[in-house]
């Protein structure tokens, strides 16, 4: 699997819009658009802005494939949905603005 899939495995993961989801790793959307269609490669910004916002996903398996998307010892707890849901909320409202 390459990297590009991989990202947009963490986005179906986060449950997140791609605006909100290029918000919460620091990410320029227009960048990651890009990336997410193929038009450029995944940069290490990205990579390192997914792992940043997402403690929970594996870096080697982010980065080289190798063995599973989240870390065992750390779960999706419901506080991380929540500040998803609120990251989404505020995409939306900054869209309506």
């Known amino acids: 699997m390459e990297a590009i899939q991989?990202?947009?495995?963490?986005l179906?993961?986060?449950a997140l819009s791609v605006r909100a989801f290029a918000?919460?790793?620091?990410?320029?959307?227009?960048?990651?658009?890009?990336?997410?269609?193929?038009?450029r490669g995944?940069?290490?910004?990205?990579?390192?802005?997914?792992?940043?916002?997402y403690p929970e996903i594996s870096a080697e398996w982010l980065m080289r494939g190798k063995g599973a998307m989240l870390i065992p010892?750390?779960?999706?707890?419901?506080?991380?949905?929540r500040i998803n849901k609120l990251v989404g909320t505020i995409t939306?409202?900054?869209d309506t603005i």
């Open 23 to 39: 918000a919460k790793c620091g990410l320029p959307q227009p960048t990651l658009d890009k990336q997410l269609k193929g038009l």
């Open 6 to 10: 991989r990202i947009k495995e963490v």
């Open 42 to 53: 995944i940069s290490l910004d990205t990579m390192i802005g997914v792992l940043y916002a």
């Open 73 to 81: 010892d750390q779960t999706n707890s419901a506080e991380q949905e």
């Open 12 to 14: 179906t993961y986060s």
């Open 92 to 94: 939306t409202l900054q």
